[in-house]
């Protein structure tokens, strides 16, 4: 053996060391420490991801799920680290990117059903750990959801980039220092991660949250996102921080409303996984939040309700051949009253809610007692009212419905025959909805000629330069 052979071999064991020194290095680099992937996780969880990414029956964070809009249905996508068909080739650098910015590491836009105009928020260290849970504690799944298709002009997804030069602001979230640690704890929570503001904040034309209207109230597909200001009738300034810790951990809190459609859904996936801490930090920073009130809330929004019987007026009562002619008393007897009781006071150990002071029964906007009704309610891990939109017509619902609001809530409320069968085919349905869509496609046409415009410009001004 000659004598170079031994500093071959010693090049060689030097060259395989920092190789694994380096990939250990790398996988460091890319989140492999415990402790973060922990805290991705625990984010991920506050951004509730798993919901708009999780098709029914489908594989966690594999997406598939269509999230219906005005514009038309938007496919949640893979957002496991599957390198063929999830974020697996991501660099951090194109992770945040898509977070933070709403841009695809192809270069194309998201659109802003995924709330990136919320996470845009988010610090650089919260970005990093998720990056490091999606990367190494997510389980990779190999389906690719079906892609999003919406109607011209909405399928130019360049159309985005000037959506985003009005409506996105970039800028991580900074601490108020006349607030304390807890309260910016709660207002950095709310608007970034849980992004409360992307559901219970109204939007404008151009389906942008109104800012100068935080969190009172909007529209969630067939569900309304209520008033959660500080007000004391139509928001949540009656409700205390105890109050409100427990509706987003339990799913309800007694006297005031239980938790159901999109909200029930948050609560089972996110907030009910949140620390005490972090859910008191919410709490408090509701309540500071400027009060924004409707008129038609003459009093607190859960303060409506007494017990009222009208059952015996039904008894020995006939039912009508024609269902839809039966009264509301009657469908209350047969379909309400075995659990809500005779008064609607609720069970004696308050597992079945009581229809007093109860919100879904005080709102003038009474879309989610309908769609509670249509819909019924499922919650982990065993709370359970079944739907009635196979047994019911829309007359028996609205009959319910009117029924219900006369004799336990808001009797200024309503509900009609027109709202069910609205509420039962959809939002396409809606003339709002239509106006909507055909205001977006003028304003989106507008941008996208005002950039052309703009770059046209540009180009004869540096040719006359």
Not at 51 to 71: N, Q, R, S, Y
Not at 87 to 106: N, P, S
Not at 203 to 226: C, I, Q, Y
Request: aromatic share 8%; glycine share 10%; with cysteine.
């Amino acid at each position: 053996m000659s004598r170079a052979m031994p500093r071959l071999f010693r090049r060689l064991g030097l060259a395989l060391t920092l190789s694994v020194a380096a990939s250990a290095f790398t996988s460091l680099a890319f989140g492999a420490d415990a402790d973060q992937i922990a805290r991705g996780k625990y984010i991920a969880t506050a951004s509730d991801c798993v919901a708009c990414h999780t098709a029914p029956g489908g594989e966690p964070m594999a997406g598939g799920l269509a999230i219906p809009t005005p514009i038309g249905s938007i496919v949640s996508t893979n957002i496991t680290p599957s390198k063929e068909n999830g974020i697996g080739d991501y660099t951090l650098e194109q992770f945040d990117a898509a977070l933070r910015k709403g841009v695809r590491a192809d270069g194309k836009h998201l659109y802003p059903a995924m709330p990136y105009t919320s996470y845009a928020l988010l610090s650089d260290d919260d970005v990093a750990t998720l990056y490091a849970y999606f990367m190494n504690g997510v389980t990779p799944v190999e389906t690719r959801p079906a892609e999003t298709r919406l109607p011209f002009p909405f399928n130019i997804r360049f159309s985005m980039a000037a959506w985003n030069l009005l409506f996105l602001d970039g800028t991580p979230f900074k601490p108020d220092p006349a607030q304390d640690a807890e309260w910016n704890r709660g207002a950095y929570l709310v608007r970034g991660p849980t992004h409360c503001g992307t559901c219970h904040t109204p939007r404008n034309l151009f389906m942008a949250e109104k800012t100068s209207s935080e969190m009172a109230g909007g529209d969630v597909g067939f569900w309304h996102a209520p008033n959660i200001t500080s007000d004391g009738n139509s928001g949540v300034g009656g409700w205390s921080a105890d109050e409100l810790v427990a509706y987003m951990r339990d799913g309800h809190a007694t006297g005031k409303s239980q938790a159901a459609g999109p909200m029930a859904e948050a609560v089972d996936h996110s907030l009910r996984f949140l620390t005490p801490e972090d859910l008191q930090a919410i709490a408090i920073y509701l309540k500071t939040i400027s009060p924004a009130r409707d008129p038609a809330d003459t009093q607190p929004v859960f303060a409506w309700g007494s017990p009222s019987d009208e059952l015996a007026s039904i008894r020995g009562v006939a039912l009508p051949q024609d269902r839809d002619q039966m009264s509301g008393p009657q469908v209350y007897d047969a379909y309400c009253a075995t659990c809500h009781q005779a008064e609607g006071q609720g069970s004696f150990d308050g597992g079945l809610p009581s229809l007093l002071h109860n919100t879904a029964l005080g709102r003038a906007n009474t879309n989610n007692l309908v769609m509670v009704m249509l819909e019924g309610l499922h919650r982990q891990p065993d709370v359970l009212m079944p739907g009635f939109a196979k047994e019911l017509s829309d007359t028996q619902i609205a009959s319910l419905g009117s029924y219900l609001i006369q004799n336990f809530g808001n009797p200024a409320a309503k509900v009609t025959v027109g709202q069910v069968a609205e509420l039962r085919a959809g939002p396409v349905r809606s003339v709002l909805v239509t106006v909507a869509r055909a205001g977006l496609a003028v304003g989106t046409l507008i941008v996208i000629g005002l950039i052309a415009w703009l770059l046209r410009r540009r180009k004869k001004s540096r040719r006359t330069a």
